[in-house]
């Protein structure tokens, strides 16, 4: 999960730097062309192909449409918001990943983990500031990658349970890389200079998050991984307040730590039934 969590920064900064001069959706295109020409060597030098032949083309798929979906919210959230603010409303990922783990893979949905949700929801709207201040239709894009990000998180756990997570890797890619590049075709423009070099960060980053967060997967419920992939709050608001100059806002704070608490009664609750 250490990973993960400086992989998922990086990306972050290589979107910052993109955002306004290259599009989203070219973002994602090198991003998958990028990750599968590493993991097509990855399988060639280590003769590894016949761990990516699948029976579960169509949930590879279902997930990738998903994921595509929430990259896409994410990464337009980084140009338009504060970092701190993008990964606050991205951590609601566990409160909807309680409810379709407990649908799709029967997770049972316990008092603990409604008072997760419950802290999750308040924290969200400690953020927003509902009333109080005008909200940023952004922050509802961030909020519905958030609801993305939770439906693949889920489906990688089934995935895990007959996949490698080089195989979970590589459908990832082959399967965006398209989308990205037809999407991406009406306002295409080539990169220049070291957008170039942003790119490749976005892209190799991507791809090591990923790595870490599927292996991640196989030794613990998708909850408790998400759960400790908050630990990058802290340490992106430190990013953009040294590299952007961003104000990380009291309600910033407060709505993550209720988040955080939240996650920690999941956590525990999933630490006490592996005991």
Not at 8 to 36: D, H, K, N, P, W
Request: hydrophobic residues 55%; glycine residues 6%.
């Amino acid at each position: 999960m250490h990973g993960t969590l400086v992989s998922f920064c990086l990306m972050a900064i290589g979107a910052r730097e993109l955002s306004g001069e290259v599009t989203v959706y070219q973002m994602l295109f090198f991003r998958s062309v990028i990750g599968l020409l590493c993991i097509s060597a990855i399988l060639f030098f280590t003769n590894k192909s016949a761990s990516i032949q699948t029976e579960r083309l169509a949930l590879h798929s279902f997930r990738n449409i998903f994921h595509f979906a929430g990259q896409f919210g994410w990464f337009l959230g980084i140009g338009l918001l504060p970092l701190a603010e993008v990964f606050a409303l991205e951590f609601t990922v566990p409160i909807w990943t309680l409810l379709v783990a407990a649908i799709a893979l029967n997770e049972k949905i316990t008092a603990r983990k409604l008072a997760a949700v419950f802290l999750g929801i308040t924290g969200v709207l400690v953020i927003v500031r509902p009333g109080y201040a005008m909200i940023d239709p952004a922050s509802f894009i961030v909020l519905g990658a958030a609801i993305c990000y939770a439906i693949a998180h889920t489906s990688t756990k089934s995935l895990s349970t007959s996949e490698s997570a080089l195989s979970i890797l590589f459908y990832m890619c082959l399967i965006q890389l398209p989308i990205g590049f037809v999407l991406s075709l009406p306002s295409w423009s080539w990169p220049i200079g070291n957008q170039w070099l942003w790119l490749s960060v976005v892209g190799l980053t991507a791809l090591t998050a990923h790595y870490c967060m599927a292996k991640a997967m196989l030794f613990a419920e998708v909850t408790t991984v998400v759960t400790i992939d908050f630990l990058r709050l802290p340490l992106i608001a430190l990013v953009g307040v040294l590299l952007y100059q961003e104000q990380f806002e009291m309600s910033l704070m407060i709505g993550g730590f209720l988040m955080l608490m939240g996650n920690f009664l999941s956590l525990k609750q999933a630490a006490r039934y592996s005991a």
